[in-house]
């Protein structure tokens, strides 16, 4: 097989990797926090925006050191003890306790920060200048089918449930810690691209093509890598960046966690309520996948044919975010996000529409694929030597920012949520397209520099 083949084989199979981990990882977020208020036990008093505003609290902070933990153990092996570790918090679930549960929410923040940074390093690795927007599109429309196969189980087994059960809770948790074990496995079948193979054993000498590189030269490339992110941390272009990434992080926390609580704590959506969690969860999917296709598969034609580049796709983004916020603030009560298990009975100004929900779901998915793939693309173009340190970057700003949205999602109201997610996204997309200007100015042959 040519390199090129091997690369995009690489890719194929690490998308496939994250679709099975996220699988279960996204379908047990998108429902933990109704689960966890139907849990009838004295020994358990967890919170799902709790649990979520710890994890990606602990996920900012350990994005610090990942690029060193990458550099040492290597993405390939990185990824695979990091999905075990998302099959842990799965497996939580199957017999909760409070202090077990929130105790796996810090280790996954951990591997959460080390898989996604040794993903970013991998998509780089097997990816140029002509194919990191193909490659990004591949990978973003695999891991968005798993938002599919586990909400469409939610959706026809809780079809009709009003509460839902202990026996319930553990068939659907049992069945997510499998499929994220099987994910994690199918890591190690990701090769070394044959060009890099090649190039590394032509600067060796014969007898040192094997060796191991020992603790201090272990020691100093942890450290280079730590020193580098900060450096990427302070540029310009990445503080500028920070802003679009932080938006990215405040509407994960909406759409991933607090927009299916609020669809299933509407009593004017009946006994269909908590079934639609998982129907939402199903066309948020479709959002993803459609966006992820569209704007990644088809990134060298749309740029070379129809001159559509990264900004216009942004826009569009935003475009969809904008209408389903002021939709779903029609459609849902505004108290929906903090209410009880038994739901609110209050009507927003319409009467809660299934039809208006579920396009809002369609909405908030195209909108978020527009704005990862384009970031995914951005970032591996400007920092393609330095893509373990830049990912870590990325993701230590889009962490934080979830972790501060879970946090306050326990407290504020609809409306104030929504408003905060319509100016973060406005800034964020005007920071994106200041910075995709520089870029093509570099494209077309102007001097280009990251200050």
Same mark, same amino acid.
């Given at each position: 097989?040519?390199?090129?083949?091997? @690369?995009?084989?690489?890719?194929?199979?690490?998308?496939?990797?994250?679709?099975?981990?996220?699988?279960?990882?996204?379908?047990?977020?998108?429902?933990?926090?109704?689960?966890? @208020?139907?849990?009838?036990?004295?020994?358990?008093?967890?919170? *799902?925006?709790?649990?979520?505003?710890?994890?990606?609290?602990?996920?900012?902070?350990?994005?610090?050191?990942?690029?060193?933990?990458?550099?040492?153990?290597?993405?390939?092996?990185?990824?695979?003890?990091?999905?075990?570790?998302?099959?842990?918090?799965?497996?939580?679930?199957? !017999?909760? =306790?409070?202090?077990?549960?929130?105790?796996?929410?810090?280790?996954?923040?951990?591997?959460?920060?080390?898989?996604?940074? /040794?993903?970013?390093?991998?998509?780089?690795?097997?990816?140029? !200048?002509?194919?990191?927007?193909?490659?990004?599109?591949?990978?973003?429309?695999?891991?968005?089918?798993?938002?599919?196969? &586990?909400?469409?189980?939610?959706?026809?087994?809780?079809?009709?449930?009003?509460?839902?059960?202990?026996?319930?809770?553990?068939?659907?948790?049992?069945?997510?810690? $499998?499929?994220?074990? $099987?994910?994690?496995?199918?890591?190690?079948?990701?090769?070394?691209?044959?060009?890099?193979?090649?190039?590394?054993?032509?600067?060796?000498?014969?007898?040192?093509?094997?060796? $191991?590189?020992?603790?201090? !030269?272990?020691?100093?490339? /942890?450290?280079?890598?730590?020193?580098?992110?900060?450096?990427? %941390?302070?540029?310009?272009?990445?503080?500028?960046?920070?802003?679009?990434?932080?938006?990215?992080?405040? !509407?994960?926390?909406?759409?991933?966690?607090?927009?299916?609580?609020?669809?299933?704590?509407?009593?004017?959506?009946?006994?269909?309520?908590?079934?639609?969690?998982?129907?939402?969860?199903?066309?948020?999917?479709? &959002?993803?996948?459609?966006?992820?296709?569209? %704007?990644?598969?088809?990134?060298?034609?749309?740029? @070379?044919?129809?001159?559509?580049?990264?900004?216009?796709?942004?826009?569009?983004?935003?475009?969809?975010?904008?209408?389903? =916020?002021?939709?779903?603030?029609?459609?849902?009560?505004?108290?929906?996000?903090?209410?009880?298990?038994?739901?609110?009975?209050?009507?927003?100004?319409?009467?809660?529409? @299934?039809?208006?929900?579920?396009?809002?779901?369609?909405?908030? *998915?195209?909108?978020?694929?527009?704005?990862?793939?384009?970031?995914?693309?951005?970032?591996?173009?400007?920092?393609?030597?330095?893509?373990?340190?830049?990912?870590?970057?990325?993701?230590?700003?889009?962490?934080?920012?979830?972790?501060?949205?879970?946090?306050?999602?326990?407290?504020?109201?609809?409306?104030?949520?929504?408003?905060?997610?319509?100016?973060?996204?406005?800034?964020?997309?005007?920071?994106?397209?200041?910075?995709?200007?520089?870029?093509?100015?570099?494209?077309?042959?102007?001097?280009?520099?990251?200050?």
């Amino acid at each position: 097989m040519t390199p090129e083949g091997t @690369k995009l084989i690489n890719v194929i199979i690490l998308g496939c990797g994250f679709l099975l981990v996220f699988s279960a990882f996204q379908t047990g977020g998108n429902i933990e926090q109704t689960v966890i @208020k139907s849990i009838n036990s004295t020994r358990f008093h967890g919170s *799902g925006y709790t649990s979520l505003a710890i994890i990606y609290s602990v996920f900012s902070a350990s994005n610090i050191l990942t690029p060193s933990i990458v550099a040492v153990l290597g993405a390939r092996l990185s990824m695979v003890i990091s999905g075990l570790v998302y099959s842990v918090y799965s497996a939580v679930f199957i !017999e909760p =306790f409070t202090w077990s549960f929130y105790l796996a929410s810090v280790i996954i923040g951990i591997a959460a920060a080390v898989i996604w940074t /040794a993903q970013g390093n991998c998509l780089t690795t097997n990816s140029d !200048e002509n194919t990191i927007g193909r490659n990004s599109g591949i990978f973003w429309a695999l891991l968005q089918f798993s938002l599919l196969f &586990g909400n469409l189980y939610i959706y026809l087994a809780w079809k009709g449930e009003t509460h839902i059960s202990d026996h319930n809770r553990r068939t659907v948790y049992i069945a997510l810690t $499998v499929i994220s074990g $099987v994910g994690s496995i199918l890591f190690l079948l990701i090769r070394q691209p044959v060009s890099e193979v090649s190039s590394t054993e032509q600067n060796k000498p014969d007898d040192e093509s094997d060796t $191991v590189l020992g603790p201090q !030269e272990q020691r100093s490339q /942890a450290i280079d890598a730590i020193r580098s992110a900060i450096c990427i %941390f302070f540029t310009k272009d990445m503080l500028l960046l920070s802003i679009t990434i932080t938006y990215t992080g405040v !509407e994960l926390t909406f759409f991933s966690g607090v927009y299916g609580t609020c669809l299933g704590a509407t009593n004017g959506f009946g006994n269909e309520a908590k079934s639609l969690i998982g129907l939402s969860g199903i066309f948020i999917g479709v &959002g993803e996948i459609i966006g992820g296709a569209t %704007f990644g598969l088809l990134n060298k034609f749309l740029r @070379k044919y129809l001159g559509i580049g990264r900004n216009p796709i942004v826009l569009l983004g935003l475009l969809c975010h904008i209408i389903a =916020f002021y939709l779903i603030f029609l459609n849902v009560p505004g108290d929906s996000p903090i209410v009880s298990d038994e739901g609110t009975a209050r009507v927003s100004y319409l009467i809660p529409s @299934k039809t208006i929900a579920m396009v809002c779901s369609f909405l908030l *998915g195209l909108g978020d694929s527009c704005f990862n793939t384009q970031l995914l693309s951005i970032v591996g173009y400007m920092y393609s030597e330095e893509s373990a340190p830049a990912f870590a970057v990325f993701k230590f700003v889009q962490s934080i920012s979830a972790a501060i949205a879970f946090g306050y999602s326990n407290y504020l109201l609809l409306k104030w949520q929504l408003l905060i997610l319509g100016v973060v996204g406005l800034f964020g997309t005007i920071s994106f397209i200041l910075v995709e200007w520089k870029t093509e100015a570099h494209s077309r042959g102007f001097s280009y520099n990251r200050i």
